[in-house]
């Protein structure tokens, strides 16, 4: 069950409705409750929230702040009115933790909040991390615990899955409070041919740097299991080790986003003069740190190819795209970043960009601009 575009909590509900609608108790009226901002919310530890959820594309959603008695109340009232949007597992895990802190602080909860706690058992639930999509093997446990799973084979199974290295998982990520999270199981070969097929689908819903670290453990897993996935149009593409023959002209782009910061313009005079001391690997993780610092990240699928991508070779071979029913070729690309069109829609700096890189450019484009250089391609304007 998705969830990303809910409002589940306090902070989600921009209308403040249901706010409106909730009368604080008395208790409340001098109890410490700070009203987060954004970066306030960022500064807090996975602790301090009832549920931390890890989507089925890799994204931490931390829901329902108990930092303090006030936000703790709130948080209570805002599951009491959405928790059906929540995964069945992921309410009692929410509802413990809410409960939890509604307790330290000696305020009350809400009435669904108690019934959910109360149905989980002692030592369940320890920590407050979900994996959205793993509602399966949450009712094997349960299943288990209440000596229900009458089949020894699938007990055999679930237990093998659990004691599987990190390898055999297509992503492991490690949370803010040092929890891992393992995902997508490749313990066969048809298991790593459902992960190949799943990243064919939702590559570019992952960030770059978990999109890189799918495709490269699939690859590997595929190799020591001898599964052939050469069928995969995007495996390929992003497990690639090689350098990307245009990462020069990527960090000179970088630094034309950054005119006046001359710090951080040193910064890639520095990463570019590393380039023969180091790896891709190295130095995309060093220039997905630097986008983060200096606010780049921002232009991601606007014009700015991310730093795996712009580190990493990511150009297949037989370059092509579908837009708006038309095949795109390199060759189409080339013709429009050698015409005089582009400059006019887009300006001289990305006209300037695009011809020296111009399929990872258009790669990183979002839908409109792809379909203006159709457009130009073709001679529809």
Known sequence: M?????????????????????????????APFETL?????????DS?????????????????????????????????????????????????FIKE?????????????????????????DS????????GGWMLRKLAQKELLSKEAAAVEMNAVMQMPDEHFALVVQTGDGSVIRKYAMPDESHVKKAAAYFDKYAMDFSAEHRHRFASSVKNRAEELGVDVGDSKLLDKWASQNWNQ????HLEQRKSLLPTNKGARDVLDKLAASISETDPETM????????????????????????YASTMDKTATGWSAEVDGHTLTEADLKKVASGGKLKGYLGEAFANQFSKNAMEIFESLPDTEKVLIKQLATGEA
């Open 284 to 307: 995309a993780k060093a220039l997905d740190v630097f986008d983060e610092s200096t606010g780049l990240k921002k232009y991601y699928d606007r014009g700015l190819t991310d730093a």
């Open 37 to 45: 901002s954004e970066d306030r919310l960022e500064e807090l530890k």
């Open 101 to 125: 802190a509604c307790v330290a602080y000696a305020v009350p909860s809400s009435r669904l909040v108690d019934a959910y706690a109360a149905r989980v058992e002692p030592g369940e639930c």
């Open 246 to 249: 245009h990462l020069d002209a």
């Open 48 to 96: 301090d929230f009832g549920l931390v959820m890890i989507t089925k594309r890799a994204n931490v959603m931390r829901k329902f702040p108990v930092n303090d008695p006030g936000n703790a109340w709130l948080s209570a009232q805002y599951f009491q009115a959405n928790h059906e949007k929540l995964a069945f597992p992921a309410r009692f895990i929410a509802a413990k």
């Open 2 to 30: 998705g969830v990303s575009a809910d409002v589940l909590d306090f902070y989600d509900d921009s209308s403040k409705e249901l706010m409106a609608k909730l009368a604080m108790p008395g208790t409340l009226s001098r």
């Open 128 to 135: 407050n991390s979900f994996v959205e999509g793993s509602e």
